[in-house]
């Protein structure tokens, strides 16, 4: 199973667009994740995403993603975290390294894979 994050932006406008897309695929829908980072001027941005079950066809799973662009307690965090408590799930929050760190933005998505494979979000590599 291919897993992949596609990014959607930073949050700004976006974010409606992630909501669209897990209410438009509820049924696909797995999880919600608010990554909380240190930007290098020291202050906490978030990043939300969206895990999505392959579709009936293919092995690819999406996890659509804002990436650090929403400050915290936003009203953007508050729409988002609304859009899945609708659908019965709650955000799960985790603290992560900012993107900064990573030479490669490829690197820092492998990186969360990888932490959310370990913690059985998403399923293992197959």
């Not at 941005?45 to 392959?54: E, G, T």
Request: neutral net charge.
């Amino acid at each position: 199973m291919i897993q992949r994050f596609i990014e959607l932006g930073e949050g700004y406008g976006d974010i409606y667009e992630l909501r669209e897309l897990i209410t438009t695929n509820q049924q696909r829908f797995m999880h919600g994740f608010v990554f909380v980072s240190t930007n290098p001027q020291g202050q906490d941005v978030l990043s939300i995403a969206a895990a999505f079950k392959p579709a009936s066809e293919g092995n690819f799973m999406p996890i659509y993603m804002c990436r650090e662009g929403i400050p915290m307690d936003s009203k953007r965090l508050a729409v988002f975290e609304q859009t899945i408590s609708s659908l019965g799930h709650t955000p799960i929050k985790m603290e992560v390294k900012h993107s900064s760190v990573y030479a490669d933005k490829k690197f820092y998505h492998n990186h969360l894979i990888s932490v959310l494979r370990l913690n059985h979000y998403i399923p293992p590599m197959q």
